[in-house]
């Protein structure tokens, strides 16, 4: 078997000397007619040439050189020299040289495709655990402002219970000294009593009777003692309530003061993100329960807070329902008592005096009368400056709109509605208006009524002078608001 021609890539191609064509002879057609061509990355190409070097070295220049024509041109390459043959049978076929390109190249591909899964699979995966940790985070977000929304409940009912225990606390600590005030107001007009009844002892003669005068003294001076008597042992009961409703009150804050610190630190948490600086890895702390409750026992534990709190209230308004009702009881008894007392002294008095009396009540009541005459004109004048802005703004948008160009000049409903306005708040000013100066009238006749009442009570007060005399001590005696415990 003859091999015939090379290739280029053959390891014998190079400078070395070819021994698949004969050497030519140097001619200076041959030089002019073919140059050695060389392509990137190839440089030897000299090993093969084309058939055109065989034709143009067979081409013969002149007489003389037809006689080497034998020499210059075969016509083939001869036989591969036996030096060369050993290393061309350990060559690999043509077939082999494509079947291991193909095999590099499925291999390549499957590489490929592998690797191309392995990326598609990894980035899915990333994106999986990234939504699942971005989803778990979110709901560990929620749960943070839902723990967030529940201490906040709390704390709103915790803070609303408080300040309505405190409340209770300082009503109930004015009941209190309203009691003891009461009392203390008693003791003065039991001490009028006790020395009216010391000084009628000096009555001579006929007049040393047991009248109606001396028994109503003597039922004063028991009926004060009585209501004292009431008056500090409801004390008493309002101060053991009063320990009880600071126990609570207590118990709200400890309370509220845990979930406010709880408050501050859900809240932290819950505003870290990842891009916080005061994050930081705590290994193992996941483990760690220190827990002390669920959150069950945790809203039962504000939830007793609380019951115990109204509890606490609710018998402290029945402590001031009581002291109220008490108060009130007390001071009509006192009252009562030192109106029939008084009612026995001044059975003598002449019809002067009784006139005095009506004359003083529709003086007070002309008194409130002008008072609350003054308010209404005050509240008159107020509500008609009151009108003048709406006025002035429904005539504003009135102007306003009378400047639309063409066709927007539409009587629409706003329209309607703008002059309706205008027109109803002149009725209305005009109506407050002619109320002002009804109000003003009556002003001033009850100023003259008020003139002439004053002038019959000071001709009567001169009349009266006498009369009172034994009734200067009594005079003292607290009024209502005093003997219900203000001061």
Same mark, same amino acid.
């Given at each position: 078997? =003859?091999?015939?021609?090379?290739?280029?890539?053959? #390891?014998?191609?190079?400078?070395?000397?070819?021994? %698949?064509?004969?050497?030519?002879?140097?001619?200076?057609?041959?030089?002019?007619?073919?140059?050695?061509?060389?392509?990137?990355?190839?440089?030897?190409?000299?090993?093969?040439?084309?058939?055109?070097?065989?034709?143009? #070295?067979?081409?013969?220049?002149?007489?003389?050189?037809?006689?080497?024509?034998?020499?210059?041109?075969?016509?083939?390459?001869?036989?591969?020299?036996?030096?060369?043959?050993?290393?061309?049978?350990?060559?690999?076929?043509?077939?082999?040289?494509?079947?291991?390109?193909?095999?590099?190249?499925?291999?390549?591909?499957?590489?490929?495709?592998?690797?191309?899964?392995?990326?598609?699979?990894?980035?899915?995966?990333?994106?999986?655990?990234?939504? %699942?940790?971005?989803?778990?985070?979110?709901?560990?977000?929620? #749960?943070?402002?839902? !723990?967030?929304?529940?201490?906040?409940?709390?704390?709103? +009912?915790?803070?609303?219970?408080?300040?309505?225990?405190?409340?209770?606390?300082?009503?109930? =600590?004015?009941?209190?000294? !309203?009691?003891?005030?009461?009392?203390?107001?008693?003791?003065?007009?039991?001490?009028?009593? %006790?020395?009216?009844?010391?000084?009628?002892?000096?009555?001579?003669?006929?007049?040393?009777?047991?009248?109606?005068?001396?028994?109503?003294?003597?039922?004063?001076?028991?009926?004060?003692?009585?209501?004292?008597?009431?008056?500090?042992?409801?004390?008493?009961?309002?101060?053991?309530?009063?320990?009880?409703?600071?126990?609570?009150?207590?118990?709200?804050?400890?309370?509220?003061?845990?979930?406010?610190?709880?408050?501050?630190?859900? +809240?932290?948490?819950?505003?870290?993100?990842?891009?916080?600086?005061?994050?930081?890895?705590?290994?193992?702390?996941?483990?760690?329960?220190?827990?002390?409750?669920?959150?069950?026992?945790?809203?039962?534990?504000?939830?007793?807070?609380?019951?115990?709190?109204?509890?606490?209230?609710?018998?402290?308004?029945?402590?001031?329902?009581?002291? =109220?009702?008490?108060?009130?009881?007390?001071?009509?008894?006192?009252?009562?008592?030192?109106?029939?007392?008084?009612?026995?002294?001044?059975?003598?008095?002449?019809? $002067?005096?009784?006139?005095?009396?009506?004359?003083?009540?529709?003086?007070?009541?002309?008194?409130? @009368?002008?008072?609350?005459?003054?308010?209404?004109?005050?509240?008159?004048?107020?509500?008609?400056?009151?009108? =003048?802005?709406?006025?002035?703004?429904?005539?504003?948008?009135? @102007?306003?709109?009378?400047?639309?160009?063409?066709?927007?000049?539409?009587?629409?409903?706003?329209?309607?509605?703008?002059?309706?306005?205008?027109?109803?708040?002149?009725?209305?000013?005009? $109506?407050?208006?002619?109320?002002?100066? @009804?109000?003003?009238?009556?002003?001033?006749?009850?100023?003259?009524?008020?003139?002439?009442?004053?002038?019959? %009570?000071?001709?009567?007060?001169? #009349?009266?002078?006498?009369?009172?005399?034994?009734?200067?001590?009594?005079?003292?005696?607290?009024?209502?608001?005093?003997?219900?415990?203000?001061?």
């Amino acid at each position: 078997m =003859e091999f015939l021609g090379t290739t280029q890539t053959a #390891s014998y191609c190079g400078p070395k000397k070819s021994y %698949l064509f004969p050497e030519p002879v140097c001619t200076s057609t041959t030089q002019d007619s073919y140059q050695s061509y060389y392509l990137p990355g190839y440089r030897y190409l000299n090993s093969w040439k084309p058939s055109l070097f065989y034709r143009v #070295s067979a081409v013969p220049t002149n007489s003389n050189e037809q006689g080497n024509m034998r020499i210059c041109a075969p016509l083939r390459p001869p036989t591969i020299l036996p030096s060369v043959r050993s290393a061309l049978y350990a060559r690999y076929s043509p077939r082999d040289w494509y079947q291991a390109n193909t095999v590099q190249y499925k291999g390549s591909e499957s590489c490929r495709h592998w690797a191309g899964r392995l990326n598609d699979d990894s980035l899915r995966l990333m994106q999986d655990k990234d939504q %699942l940790t971005h989803q778990t985070q979110d709901n560990t977000g929620r #749960s943070l402002g839902q !723990r967030l929304s529940d201490i906040d409940f709390w704390r709103s +009912e915790l803070t609303y219970e408080l300040d309505r225990l405190l409340t209770e606390i300082r009503a109930l =600590e004015t009941a209190k000294r !309203r009691l003891e005030c009461a009392a203390d107001e008693a003791q003065r007009p039991l001490k009028v009593a %006790l020395e009216c009844l010391y000084n009628r002892e000096k009555r001579m003669g006929i007049d040393l009777v047991h009248d109606d005068v001396e028994k109503n003294l003597i039922q004063e001076v028991d009926s004060f003692k009585s209501c004292q008597e009431r008056m500090r042992k409801l004390a008493e009961r309002i101060d053991q309530q009063l320990g009880i409703n600071r126990d609570a009150q207590h118990a709200l804050e400890r309370d509220l003061s845990d979930k406010n610190s709880a408050h501050f630190i859900d +809240e932290k948490c819950y505003n870290l993100r990842n891009t916080s600086d005061s994050i930081s890895f705590y290994h193992g702390v996941e483990k760690i329960d220190g827990t002390v409750s669920v959150p069950e026992t945790w809203a039962k534990f504000s939830d007793d807070n609380i019951r115990h709190s109204q509890n606490a209230r609710a018998n402290s308004i029945k402590l001031r329902e009581e002291t =109220e009702n008490t108060l009130e009881n007390v001071s009509e008894e006192m009252w009562k008592q030192f109106t029939d007392t008084n009612l026995a002294f001044t059975n003598r008095i002449a019809e $002067t005096a009784d006139t005095k009396n009506k004359l003083q009540t529709h003086l007070a009541k002309t008194l409130q @009368e002008i008072f609350q005459t003054e308010n209404t004109i005050m509240l008159l004048e107020r509500a008609i400056m009151a009108k =003048e802005c709406p006025l002035k703004v429904a005539q504003t948008r009135l @102007e306003g709109r009378t400047r639309r160009p063409n066709v927007e000049l539409c009587r629409d409903i706003p329209q309607f509605k703008l002059v309706n306005e205008v027109f109803t708040i002149d009725d209305t000013l005009q $109506t407050l208006k002619l109320r002002l100066r @009804e109000a003003q009238d009556t002003l001033q006749l009850l100023v003259l009524n008020k003139a002439r009442l004053e002038h019959d %009570l000071s001709v009567k007060a001169n #009349s009266l002078f006498i009369d009172k005399k034994c009734m200067d001590m009594r005079k003292t005696f607290p009024s209502t608001p005093r003997l219900i415990g203000y001061t």
